[in-house]
């Protein structure tokens, strides 16, 4: 496993931002619990950008909700800066993938607003010096006013980006965000989220189950087992981008990341067929 992968708690010259530590997180419904993650570890540091790669139901979603405040590990722990993540909190900000996430009755400009105002964390003035700031980085500055049913789904996607970034979040947290756009509008949006952090080096954990979208955006990969999902590996894209995905280096680690998940999948397949 390559990457930095101290034990839980190890002191190391940098602290990490987050550190997810033997993270195990269930869902308890009427009929059954249901284990999503199994003791999962991994740490993020200053200006990462840091991949959740895996199949679909590994849980990817739920550490992501689990980080965001909305769920609590059944063991384990998660800390942000040093603190256990108890409950949601403006520094760590949510990109979804859907394109209904932003208040349908609120203006762009609004929507932006509304978590920097509600938080209390900017003045009413600040507040829309940043609003502003942000929505033009994302190059929707002319469509302050507008409602989001007017907008495309890549439109309302650079919103909530916007809408993220703004409350100025220790963490933005990402889950499959670009996912639902077409490929062409796709492509853009990694550029742009790869411009703005050339720009602004913030902090990002992001989910995907597109191996070369891991490693075109992402710093480091944690890629996890189906479900439920434990590490598999970490590893290390630092050197990858849209430029060089047609490299020998780019291929192979795609290669390695696949053979990786599909070894595990058919792992999985044949545990399922011999229990049966
Ligand atoms: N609210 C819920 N109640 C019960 N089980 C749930 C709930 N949400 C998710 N699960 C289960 O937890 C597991 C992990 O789900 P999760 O949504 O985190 O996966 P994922 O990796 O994000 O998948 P995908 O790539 O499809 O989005 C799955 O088995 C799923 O069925
Ligand atoms: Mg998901």
């Known amino acids: 496993m390559d990457g930095a992968q ?30 999503a993650t199994y003791q999962v570890d991994f740490k993020v540091f200053p200006a990462d950008r840091f991949i959740l790669l895996g199949p679909s139901g590994c849980g990817k979603s739920t550490l992501l909700k689990a980080v ?60 829309l010096e940043r ?40 963490i933005l947290l990402m889950d499959e965000p670009f996912a639902a756009l077409d ?13 703005l952090w050339d720009e602004l080096h913030f902090t990002v954990l992001f989910v995907t189950h597109s191996i070369q979208e891991a490693i075109i955006l992402g710093t480091r990969i944690l890629v996890l087992s189906p479900h439920p999902g434990q590490v598999r590996a970490e590893i290390n894209a630092h050197d990858f981008s849209h430029e060089n995905q047609t490299s020998d280096g780019f291929k192979e680690l795609q290669q390695r990341i696949h053979d990786m998940l599909f070894a595990e999948e058919a792992s999985q397949v044949e545990v399922e067929a011999n229990g049966k």
Request: glycine share 8%.
């Open 68 to 127: 965001g405040g909305f769920l609590s590990p059944v063991s384990g722990r998660i800390e942000v800066n040093g603190a256990v993540v108890e409950r949601p909190g403006p520094d760590r900000m949510m990109v979804f993938q859907e394109f209904d996430q932003l208040l349908p009755w609120k203006t762009v400009i609004e929507n932006i607003l509304f978590p920097m105002i509600t938080s209390h964390k900017y003045s009413p003035v600040e507040a």
């Open 131 to 170: 609003a502003e700031l942000f929505l033009n980085k994302v190059n929707l500055l002319k469509f302050r006013d507008a409602y989001p049913h007017t907008l495309s789904g890549g439109m309302k996607q650079r919103v909530a980006i916007a809408r993220g970034m703004a409350m100025g979040p220790a």
């Open 183 to 195: 490929a062409l509008t796709r492509l853009k949006m990694q550029q742009e989220l790869l411009q």
């Open 6 to 35: 101290g034990k839980c708690g190890e002191v190391e010259d940098i602290p990490p931002l987050l550190n997810v530590c033997g993270t195990t997180l269930q869902y308890k419904t009427k009929k059954q619990i249901v284990t």
